[in-house]
């Protein structure tokens, strides 16, 4: 009878025919023996780690400046919006009309000037709407603004649509409904400014005054001089040169702050508005 033949201990489990990569021997020291690998195997595994492999970027100082030296570095920055002119320190005069938040602005002149902001509030990108009771004095400027494109709506009294402002969309919206407008259906809000034209200080100017974050204020009557002064609180010394002031220059006032500003018109403005007049 045959019996199977047993494997030794420390080979069961092997398969059978396959030779050990090292076998002990009487003379063995016990150090693990190398194993040469290949040659091509060996130059894979350097180009993988070799420090020059691939594209190395430029090797220059880092740009490094100290504390106190931080306070050079700095740039000039202005505010944005429409520039509405100069100021008597011949610095330009900005009004920010597209906000985050409803912006209220009255302005007591005449056409002339409201249109020259109409039309640079255009030239920064706003949607301008203009309610108003005589469009033929809007549909020249609607024509010619955008450049061929729908930048300016003129729309009549009390039949002001939706407009849908946004930060990508702002909107201005220019009130030219005399001297007592109407309680208006679209008003401001955030990104969209609304402009009350007033022809001159009424007995219902005052509400409008008051409600207003913005007053622009050009040649008055010394008469109506007297009502601002109740409802702004303008100082003596700028008033009086309100009833003289020349027909291109606006009082423009908050609260707290006053200034003059000249509004010089572009060729363009004047091909298309005319010279600078208060009244229409």
């Not at 109407?182 to 969209?192: E, I």
Request: net charge positive.
């Amino acid at each position: 009878m045959s019996h199977p033949a047993t494997m030794p201990p420390g080979q069961q489990g092997r398969a059978p025919g396959r030779t050990p990569a090292h076998v002990a021997s009487p003379t063995d020291t016990g150090m693990i023996p190398i194993i040469r690998q290949p040659e091509t195997q060996q130059q894979q595994q350097r180009r993988i780690i070799s420090p020059g492999f691939g594209l190395r970027g430029p090797r220059r100082n880092r740009h490094v400046v100290s504390a106190d030296e931080l306070a050079a570095i700095s740039m000039p920055l202005g505010d944005d919006g429409v520039i509405i002119g100069t100021d008597p320190e011949s610095q330009p005069a900005v009004l920010g009309l597209s906000r985050p938040t409803p912006f209220d602005v009255v302005l007591v002149g005449g056409l002339w000037l409201a249109q020259v902001l109409a039309l640079r509030a255009a030239a920064t990108g706003a949607r301008v709407g203009v309610e108003t009771g005589r469009p033929q004095a809007w549909q020249q400027l609607a024509q010619a603004a955008g450049g061929g494109q729908q930048c300016v709506t003129v729309y009549p009294v009390g039949r002001v649509p939706a407009q849908g402002p946004s930060v990508s969309s702002p909107v201005v919206l220019f009130r030219d409904c005399g001297i007592r407008p109407p309680r208006g259906r679209v008003t401001s809000v955030p990104w969209q400014a609304v402009v009350t034209v007033l022809p001159f200080v009424s007995e219902h100017a005052p509400r409008w005054l008051s409600q207003a974050h913005l007053v622009g204020i050009q040649r008055i009557s010394p008469y109506e001089t007297e009502a601002v002064r109740d409802t702004l609180g303008i100082p003596e010394d700028q008033l009086q040169h309100l009833p003289t002031l020349h027909d291109g220059v606006a009082l423009w006032c908050t609260r707290k702050h006053q200034k003059f500003v000249m509004t010089d018109p572009t060729d363009a403005e004047t091909g298309l508005l005319g010279v600078a007049r208060r009244m229409d």
